[in-house]
Nanobody, 126 residues
Framework: QENLVESGGGLAQAGGSLRLSCAASGRTFSTYSVGWFRQTPGKEREFVAANIWSGGSTYYANSIEARFAISRNNAENMVYLQMNSLEPEDTAVYYC???????????????????WGQGTQVTVSS
């Protein structure tokens, strides 16, 4: 069982940066793939970035265009999302997730993840 808690959201100006953090409390965190998703009202949860359990391969949504970077520290049970060159379209609630996806396709699917945080709001002003 993993309990995930996000932090670091807030208000940023367009072109600015934010760093989201996700703290996990379970003992087996290093064995899970981790992902970041985001959601706006009335829309489905959208894939942002993911990192496979081994810490090797990372995946990003096409819309991110190298502006964001996912990283993890298994020793501290932490996952991060560094967000640069923020745009108003990045405004959303951001969620951290952990689970067992192993392929490029499953890493991008919200249904592949078993554990979710409560979300943190990111608002980007123009």
């Amino acid at each position: 069982q993993e309990n995930l808690v996000e932090s670091g959201g807030g208000l940023a100006q367009a072109g600015g940066s934010l760093r989201l953090s996700c703290a996990a409390s379970g003992r087996t965190f290093s064995t899970y793939s981790v992902g970041w998703f985001r959601q706006t009202p009335g829309k489905e949860r959208e894939f942002v970035a993911a990192n496979i359990w081994s810490g090797g391969s990372t995946y990003y949504a096409n819309s991110i265009e190298a502006r964001f970077a996912i990283s993890r520290n298994n020793a501290e049970n932490m996952v991060y999302l560094q967000m640069n060159s923020l745009e108003p379209e990045d405004t959303a609630v951001y969620y951290c997730a952990a689970g067992d996806p192993q392929t490029r396709a499953t890493m991008r699917s919200a249904t592949s993840y078993r554990f979710w945080g409560q979300g943190t709001q990111v608002t980007v002003s123009s």
